[in-house]
């Protein structure tokens, strides 16, 4: 099979929609994911780079997101009191066809949302369209001090690959070393079941709260 760039398009599982993001969700994801939790694990540049208001925020996502042909989703979740809410973004991109490469990535979740289903089912929904559109290797990154997202990807079943030294400047002048996963389709059946597991494991609708 040929790979090709998906066409952008909603994507609807059992507790999270992801849809292609449009400014409409900035104030939405301004209150969901732009706290001091989410970029001192480094996400847009670590710390220094967090937007201290809306308007800051839209200058900060008109930069960060859809680059290129990259697919960014804002993710919501589906039932319950919370039905609708926007609890985080997620990118499909760096898409390379020829190679069968793509990315998954800019991944941000709002901190009441951790430690629920919402990631595994966003990399479930994230992993089957770029495998089903004919990729056969899915990269997966986080800065070398972010624990917490190094765990959640190994968790994924995603394989670490190594360090990139000196591979990205923060947004306070430093220099990041990026840690590097990847799933290739090899292994996608076996993670895709282990998500597919994990999902359906889960109560629901998820519920905000603190893991």
């Known amino acids: 099979m ?3 760039i998906p066409a952008p398009a909603a994507l609807i599982g059992r ?3 992801l849809d292609p993001m449009t400014p409409d969700d900035h104030p939405g994801l301004f209150d969901a ?3 001091p939790e989410v970029f001192a694990g480094g996400y847009g540049g670590g710390p220094a780079g967090l937007p201290r208001d809306l308007d800051g925020f839209a200058t900060f996502a008109a930069g960060y997101y859809n680059t290129g042909s990259n697919q960014t989703f804002t993710i919501r979740l589906i039932g319950g009191e919370a039905d609708g809410l926007i609890v985080g973004t997620s990118t499909l ?3 390379d066809p020829s190679r069968e490469h793509a990315h998954i990535g800019w991944t941000a979740y709002d901190p009441r949302v951790w430690g629920t289903a919402v990631n595994a089912e966003a990399k479930l ?3 089957g369209l770029a495998f089903d559109a004919g990729f056969g290797r899915v990269k997966l990154q986080a800065d070398e001090r972010n624990e917490r997202s190094r765990a959640a990807i190994t968790r994924l079943g995603a394989t ?3 360090l ?3 591979d990205q400047k923060r947004a306070d002048g430093s220099w990041r070393t990026t840690a590097v996963f990847s799933v290739i389709i090899d292994e996608w059946p076996a993670v895709r079941a282990e998500l597919e597991a994990r999902v359906a494991s889960a109560d629901g609708p998820v519920t905000l709260g603190r893991d």
Do not use: N, P, Q, S
Request: charged content about 25%; proline content about 0%; overall charge positive.
């Open 2 to 4: 040929t790979a090709a």
């Open 15 to 17: 507790f999270i929609r």
């Open 33 to 35: 994911i732009a706290v």
């Open 93 to 95: 991109g760096d898409f």
């Open 125 to 127: 929904l994230l992993l």
């Open 160 to 162: 670490f690959e190594g």
């Open 164 to 166: 990139i030294r000196r």
